[in-house]
Antibody, heavy 121, light 107 residues
Framework: QVHLQESGPGLAKPSQTLSLTCTVS??????????WSWIRQHPEKGLEWIGY???????YYNPSLKSRVAISVDTSKSQFSLKLSSVTAADTAVYYC?????????????WGQGTLVTVSS | DIQMTQSPSSLSASVGDRVTITCRAS??????LNWYQQKPGKAPNLLIY???SLQSGVPSRFSGSGSGTDFTLTISSLQPEDFATYFC?????????FGQGTKVEIK
């Protein structure tokens, strides 16, 4: 069974870059048919898709964040990473990594536990 | 972007009740609709995909229906472990978007 685990600093300063990593275990990140995703949830709010990446490196981003986001993948470490630049308090959220099953329907079928990132000086 | 609107935002129900949650898309999305359950402090968990297909391991009291713009999640007999927040999500196009959630509380 695939397991995803987020890691990274829980605190980021305004204007700096938020960096998180998701480690995939119990399955291969290089398996075809899946995109590796980042999703965030503001406190007591809904869910916002940030973007996802295929093991080959092809990435897709939410246009609302595209200018500040970069997602990368390291298949040798079975990890993928998120960088969000120029953060403000509005980027304070729980960040989840998740697996997107890319069949004819598509769905987030496996999630990490999430990590809270607070943006504050 | 496709906007997803859920109703109600919250509801109170008793164990054993039949519960229905509605999700409406801002444009037709055929059957490209998924449902997730989220318990406090936990990640969302996939319940239903393709509008009506039950994810492996999910109890059969959960069911989904609908196509086009209007969709429904039904819990046939609410159990104590079902008190949670439920989200719909469209998989028709990017950006992937979610409804704002429906919180199911104990009456």
């Amino acid at each position: 069974q695939v397991h995803l685990q987020e890691s990274g600093p829980g605190l980021a300063k305004p204007s700096q870059t938020l960096s998180l990593t998701c480690t995939v275990s119990g399955g291969s990140i290089s398996s075809g048919g899946y995109y590796w995703s980042w999703i965030r949830q503001h406190p007591e709010k809904g869910l916002e898709w940030i973007g996802y990446i295929y093991y080959s490196g092809s990435a897709y981003y939410n246009p609302s964040l595209k200018s500040r986001v970069a997602i990368s993948v390291d298949t040798s470490k079975s990890q993928f990473s998120l960088k969000l630049s120029s953060v403000t308090a509005a980027d304070t959220a729980v960040y989840y990594c998740a697996r997107w099953k890319d069949d004819h329907i598509g769905r987030f079928d496996c999630w990490g536990q999430g990590t809270l990132v607070t943006v504050s000086s | 972007d496709i906007q997803m609107t859920q109703s109600p935002s919250s509801l109170s129900a008793s164990v054993g009740d039949r519960v229905t949650i509605t999700c409406r898309a801002s444009q037709s999305i055929s059957s490209y609709l998924n449902w997730y359950q989220q318990k406090p402090g936990k990640a969302p968990n996939l319940l239903i995909y393709a509008a009506s297909s039950l994810q492996s391991g999910v109890p059969s009291r959960f069911s989904g229906s609908g196509s086009g713009t209007d969709f429904t999640l039904t819990i046939s007999s609410l159990q104590p472990e079902d008190f949670a927040t439920y989200f719909c999500q469209q998989s028709y196009s990017t950006p992937r978007t979610f409804g704002q959630g429906t919180k199911v509380e104990i009456k």
